[in-house]
């Protein structure tokens, strides 16, 4: 799960460009935007990357190589569902009310993301103002997942990073230029 505010868009296309095609995994992007602009956002990013974006819809089957942006104005959750003789995960999006001023919220998605997932998560909280993310760095941290805060110099509003930084939930504290390599070596 990668998640910014103000300042995010260049380190978004950083990280996702130096993914390979392969990456085994898959990728929630949450970004506050105004829901008119994030379709725009996943078609730019799909162009960027070797990965297949979209921008993320109810019921969306989650699968590796693939990035799901949420949709502006929607939260973004992972649900498990039974699908055939399998447990899959998938997107849920609801209108429920803003979360620090939100909605989309990084800590819905986060939280969500941990209680599917475990272990197995990797948070990356990049730049932004307030404190959206921090109570999701810490469900991921609870369920033994890996966390990843951009630093202070490559930061445009160091607001989130900071936050989950002084409450102790970043395992990795790096310049925008090395968390795709950090994604890349955790998985």
Not at 5 to 13: A, T
Not at 18 to 30: C, K, M, Q, R, Y
Not at 162 to 168: D, F, N, Q
Request: with cysteine; charged share 25%.
């Amino acid at each position: 799960v990668i998640c910014s505010s103000s300042g995010g868009l260049p380190i978004l296309v950083l990280i996702l460009s130096e993914l390979p095609s392969n990456f085994p995994a898959s990728v929630l992007i949450v970004k506050h935007m105004p829901e008119v602009f994030t379709k725009s956002l996943a078609a730019h990013l799909d162009e960027k990357t070797n990965l297949r974006v979209k921008e993320a819809q109810q019921g969306d089957v989650i699968e590796p190589g693939r990035v799901y942006i949420a949709p502006g104005n929607f939260h973004m959750a992972v649900e498990k569902k039974r699908m055939r003789r399998t447990i899959k995960a998938i997107i849920g999006l609801n209108k429920s009310p803003q979360v620090h001023g939100f909605r989309p919220s990084i800590d819905v998605t986060m939280k969500s993301v941990a209680e599917v997932y475990g272990k197995k998560v990797i948070g990356v909280i990049l730049t932004g103002m307030g404190e959206d993310g921090a109570d999701g760095m810490e469900a991921i941290k609870i369920n033994h997942g890996k966390t990843i805060a951009q630093d202070e110099a490559t930061s445009a509003i160091f607001d989130m990073p900071k936050k989950v930084i002084e409450r102790g939930y970043a395992d990795y504290i790096l310049p925008a230029f090395k968390i795709s390599q950090e994604i890349i070596r955790l998985v």
